[in-house]
């Protein structure tokens, strides 16, 4: 399905990558068109397509295929693939040959396994940092069954900071929010933390 890109957010990832700061694991295969953060609009659909209708918005995160025949694909956890799943960008694409193409471009095809649909009424640029912020913080979340009678920390505010706070206060947990910047308590407060603790960074001693 090809996908009208409409929104992407910015990850510290994708700086890493365009600046080649993990060439030691993932080397940066230049020109790179990063972003995989994505959110749009379904502009075509393929035959096999039964989830997705033209017009429909949609979004792709930071996978976009995998072997899908291993243990961990087949329990739903492509992330990991026996084999080698395929990143949205700067990965090998096994189908088309060559790398993978991020969503800081006008459109992207996707095999509709790695796409999700986006409800009505969610804000469609406001969602699109779900796809790894929000992921990234909800997984572990729900994972350690956060709720009420529960106290989490959430260190630093600030991208991931913003998304932790947020889910661990819709959870219902009593929340602590740690920072470095004082000016940061009225937003942590308006987000949901019932605490804020200020602390300040120390130089390690040798």
Same mark, same amino acid.
């Given at each position: 399905?090809?996908?009208?890109?409409?929104?992407?957010?910015?990850?510290?990832?994708?700086?890493?990558?365009?600046?080649?700061?993990?060439?030691?694991?993932?080397?940066?295969?230049?020109?790179?068109?990063?972003?995989?953060?994505? *959110?749009?609009?379904?502009?075509?659909?393929?035959?096999?397509?039964?989830?997705?209708?033209?017009?429909?918005?949609?979004?792709?995160?930071?996978?976009?295929?995998?072997?899908?025949?291993?243990?961990?694909?087949?329990?739903?956890?492509?992330?990991?693939?026996?084999?080698?799943?395929?990143?949205?960008?700067?990965?090998?694409?096994?189908?088309?040959?060559? *790398?993978?193409?991020?969503?800081?471009?006008?459109?992207?095809? *996707?095999?509709?396994?790695?796409?999700?649909?986006?409800?009505?009424?969610?804000?469609?640029?406001?969602?699109?940092?779900?796809?790894?912020?929000?992921?990234?913080?909800?997984?572990?979340?729900?994972?350690?069954?956060?709720?009420?009678?529960?106290?989490?920390?959430? *260190?630093?505010?600030?991208?991931?900071?913003?998304?932790?706070?947020?889910?661990?206060?819709?959870?219902?947990?009593?929340?602590?929010?740690?920072?470095?910047?004082?000016?940061?308590?009225?937003?942590?407060?308006?987000?949901?933390?019932?605490?804020?603790?200020?602390?300040?960074?120390?130089?390690?001693?040798?």
């Amino acid at each position: 399905m090809q996908i009208e890109i409409l929104y992407c957010g910015v990850c510290h990832s994708d700086l890493h990558q365009v600046r080649n700061e993990w060439k030691d694991v993932m080397p940066t295969v230049y020109p790179v068109v990063p972003g995989h953060e994505i *959110v749009g609009r379904v502009v075509k659909v393929g035959s096999a397509v039964k989830k997705f209708k033209e017009g429909d918005i949609a979004a792709v995160g930071c996978l976009v295929d995998s072997c899908r025949t291993c243990a961990s694909c087949r329990a739903g956890q492509e992330q990991y693939c026996e084999t080698g799943f395929t990143l949205t960008y700067n990965a090998e694409d096994k189908i088309l040959g060559g *790398v993978t193409y991020g969503g800081y471009s006008q459109s992207i095809v *996707v095999d509709e396994a790695f796409v999700l649909r986006v409800p009505k009424g969610l804000d469609p640029a406001g969602a699109a940092p779900l796809l790894c912020a929000g992921i990234t913080t909800y997984s572990p979340l729900r994972h350690w069954k956060v709720g009420k009678g529960q106290k989490v920390g959430i *260190v630093g505010l600030g991208g991931l900071g913003h998304m932790g706070l947020k889910f661990a206060h819709a959870f219902g947990a009593h929340v602590v929010l740690f920072t470095t910047s004082p000016n940061k308590t009225a937003d942590a407060k308006r987000l949901g933390a019932d605490e804020v603790v200020i602390y300040q960074k120390t130089k390690p001693r040798c």
